[in-house]
């Protein structure tokens, strides 16, 4: 208040003096006598409005050809894919074991983790020395359905990061000193995920959709679980997995065939295929899929929470379903951004949120539809209402012309984008042959992009967004458990910790437990083929 007291006076005084009689004015001009009648101002001309011009009419997209994809084998049965692409001198290349944190969620991200740790011939310091001296990069990670060991170099040094690769799988030291500092590093991330609502709410929405057991929904791991992994236990899901004719290698870039089919030849010739059959695909053992028979409401009570994490949805379709990319285009339409419905009305106009999206996880068996959320504690239920409705507006009515425009002409023009380098390439070849898509798949994607039709748009909808779908909310349960009984009053609440433990005495209704499936609940698509 001082500050701004001791501005107007000063204002003031200037103002007083700019008034006074001669000032500024050159030096000797004298103000003329007035007869102190008011002095009407001249009349002020209206500015012309402003005429924007009309953004130009889109063009039309520019040919894109997905590359050929070239396949050859090596005499210990490594699959090799080649896509050339000779217009700058790198290569990119990915080599996929068919071996997931679905197979061991534990085993699975410790074995990956490990094999940069140093080999039997080489320390650390040595392999990452010589792929650092080269300006390349080499590392792996675990994923759901398969690992991977990626790097990316020059083409004078591809050679040299495949040796360093080939040396990573096939011949891994795992020191043990190095695994004790894996599980640390393991029981930290846990504790951190604990901590992290959104980590909660997806967690338990998989857990939910999926039953008991199943490879895509299980619940976090214990710290004794991570306790419980030892240097034997990582070399035999080594052993196991790891092997030539379990594997391939997808290189994209500058590269050719048969240098590809040397390189892969020579480098990789002392890999030893398994014999006989490789293990079972865990999913094999999931036949049927269930949606919930009944709206039910898992709320995790997070003390503290100033707002509300909300996830809505419900298990959808396997990735190599035909109806993939109509519903991909329905999900935009909803929540695929920006200009989706839910942005428009949830965030610009009733302002409950800073993001809300739809989003689809992909699976060899079904995998999820989904939107994503947070809203204040307070607006929790107003939330919850205007998804719900926002659902059922797509399931019973027909979308705009704009709108199906819009987003075929969104999916149409950006893919050009999502190939532009060796390594997207090198992606989607590996989601082609994680999922078992056409060999195709990309060099028609546009085509099937332009053969959906707007009424597709209601139908998938009707089809892949239930209207009695998974919920999950995570807050404050004192807050928020009232406005989910104003907002939802047929649903049944189900409670948790940050554990993600079911808190109540009778379980049928808690995740991941085989009563969610009880009788009479609606059958999901049937999973599709696994390895």
């Not at 004298?30 to 001249?42: F, M």
């Amino acid at each position: 208040m001082f500050t701004r007291t001791t501005n107007s006076f000063a204002t003031a005084l200037v103002v007083a003096a700019l008034a006074a009689p001669g000032c500024g004015k050159p030096k000797g001009e004298t103000t003329p006598p007035t007869d102190n009648k008011p002095v009407e101002a001249p009349p002020v001309a209206d500015k012309p409005a402003r005429v924007y011009q009309d953004p130009p009419p889109p063009t039309e997209p520019r040919e894109v050809q997905f590359p050929d994809l070239q396949k050859i084998q090596t005499k210990n049965g490594l699959e090799i894919y080649v896509v050339e692409n000779h217009e700058v001198p790198l290569v990119s290349a990915q080599l996929v074991i068919k071996a997931g944190t679905m197979d061991d969620e534990q085993l699975a991200e410790m074995t990956a983790n490990m094999l940069g740790e140093g080999t039997k011939t080489r320390t650390k310091a040595k392999i990452d020395e010589e792929i650092e001296f080269v300006g390349g990069s080499l590392g792996a990670g675990a994923g759901v359905h398969d690992t991977s060991v990626y790097t990316q170099v020059l083409k004078r040094d591809v050679k040299l990061a495949l040796t360093l690769m080939a040396d990573e799988v096939m011949n891994p030291a795992f020191p043990p000193a190095a695994l004790d500092k894996l599980k640390e590093k393991a029981k930290t991330g846990l504790k951190a995920m604990k901590s992290n609502s959104d980590v909660l709410a997806d967690q338990l929405f998989d857990m939910v959709a999926y039953p008991s057991g199943h490879p895509y929904g299980r619940p976090l791991p214990t710290e004794a679980q991570i306790d419980a992994v030892t240097v034997d236990a990582v070399k035999k899901f080594h052993d196991t997995f790891y092997r030539s004719n379990n594997s391939y290698l997808i290189l994209s870039g500058d590269i050719t065939v048969p240098e590809a089919e040397k390189l892969g030849n020579e480098v990789f010739a002392k890999w030893k295929p398994i014999e006989g059959q490789a293990p079972a695909n865990p999913l094999n053992g999931f036949k049927a899929y269930k949606h919930p028979p009944k709206l039910i409401v898992h709320l995790v009570n997070r003390p503290g929470s100033a707002q509300s994490d909300i996830r809505v949805g419900n298990l959808a379709l396997a990735r190599k379903n035909p109806d993939w990319i109509k519903l991909d285009l329905a999900s935009d339409i909803l929540g695929g951004g920006s200009t989706g419905r839910l942005f428009l009305d949830v965030r610009e106009e009733k302002g409950l949120t800073y993001g809300i999206y739809t989003k689809m996880e992909p699976g060899v068996a079904p995998g999820t539809w989904r939107i994503w959320t947070k809203t204040k504690t307070a607006t929790t239920g107003e939330m919850l209402k205007a998804i719900f409705g926002h659902i059922t507006k797509m399931r019973d009515t027909e979308v705009t012309t704009k709108e199906f425009e819009d987003v075929t002409r969104e999916a149409i023009g950006s893919f050009p984008l999502s190939i532009e380098t060796a390594d997207q390439v090198a992606g989607r070849v590996r989601t082609i042959l994680t999922y078992g898509l056409p060999s195709d798949y990309y060099k028609t994607y546009r085509d099937e992009v332009r053969k959906a039709q707007i009424a597709d748009m209601k139908t998938m909808a009707r089809k892949f967004m239930n209207d009695v779908p998974v919920v999950v909310v995570v807050g404050r349960a004192d807050k928020a458990e009232p406005q989910i009984k104003d907002a939802l009053p047929d649903a049944t609440i189900v409670h948790y910790d940050t554990d993600l433990k079911c808190l109540e005495k009778d379980t049928t209704f808690c995740a991941n437990n085989n009563a969610l499936a009880a009788a009479g609940a609606a059958p999901a698509p049937a999973p599709a083929p696994a390895k």
